[in-house]
């Protein structure tokens, strides 16, 4: 299995544009999750996603950010208008209810908004 | 608000002695905990984890103590190696499928 796959892996825009990051779970993997890393923050939760469906979206920051799971191979995280603050590492990671060993995560996405 | 600390935002130690990377949880509903381990440009990788019944869990050189009366884990290496060198996070989930709440993570760095 290749794991979690994200793309792109780096991102340079200018503020305003709107942003489009995505992913590809674990085949089987039934459990979606999208973080973002900062080094305020940590490992932030802002949305997952249990067979496509959106569970939990509260660590959403704010109405720019959005996240589809149109189908269990696929998952994009949206950000429109971006701004200099969204500036950060994004990460997907999946699991299912039978992984041991917690989430896969991939090897995330670096934003960088100027 | 924090809810997963992890307070010491870096830690050097010299090879082949122990490092020891600290954690405190502020809900008391955590039953779940993990260890994952971050190479710079790769993402986190799950290392160790533990449940609540449990105060200890060891997997060769790593060893992670959970003293939940002080809501409080910690991840033991020993011995620390080079290649041990990265950045720690501790993780806490309600159950072992609800979703993981991290640290902000603690950079090691095990040197000659």
């Known amino acids: 299995d290749a794991g979690v796959i994200q793309s792109p892996r780096h991102e340079v825009t200018e503020m305003g544009q709107e942003v489009t990051l995505r992913c590809k779970p674990i085949?089987?993997?039934?459990?979606l999750f999208w973080y973002r890393q900062t080094m305020m923050r940590g490992l932030e939760l802002l949305i997952y996603?249990?067979?496509?469906?959106?569970?939990?979206d509260s660590g959403m920051p704010e109405d720019r950010f959005s996240a589809k799971m149109p189908n269990a191979s696929f998952s994009t995280l949206k950000i429109q208008p971006s701004e200099p603050r969204d500036s950060a590492v994004y990460f997907c990671?999946?699991?299912?209810?039978?992984?041991?060993?917690?989430?896969?995560f991939g090897s995330g996405t670096r934003l960088t908004v100027v | 608000d924090q809810q997963v600390k992890q307070n010491s935002p870096s830690l050097s130690v010299q090879e082949g002695r122990i490092s020891i990377l600290n954690c405190d949880y502020t809900n008391s509903m955590f039953d779940y905990f993990l260890w994952y381990k971050k190479y710079p440009a790769e993402g986190p990788t799950f290392l160790i984890s533990i449940s609540s019944i449990k105060d200890k869990n060891e997997d060769g050189r790593f060893t992670v103590f959970l003293n939940k009366s002080a809501k409080h884990l910690s991840l033991h290496i020993v011995p620390s190696q080079p290649g041990d060198s990265a950045v720690y996070f501790c993780?806490?989930?309600?159950?072992?499928?609800?979703?993981?709440?991290f640290g902000t993570g603690t950079r090691l760095q095990v040197f000659p």
């Open positions: 990671a999946s699991s299912s209810v039978s992984s041991t060993g917690g989430y896969t």
């Open positions: 996603f249990n067979n496509n469906v959106p569970i939990d």
């Open positions: 085949s089987g993997h039934d459990y």
């Open positions: 993780a806490a989930s309600g159950s072992s499928t609800d979703k993981l709440i």
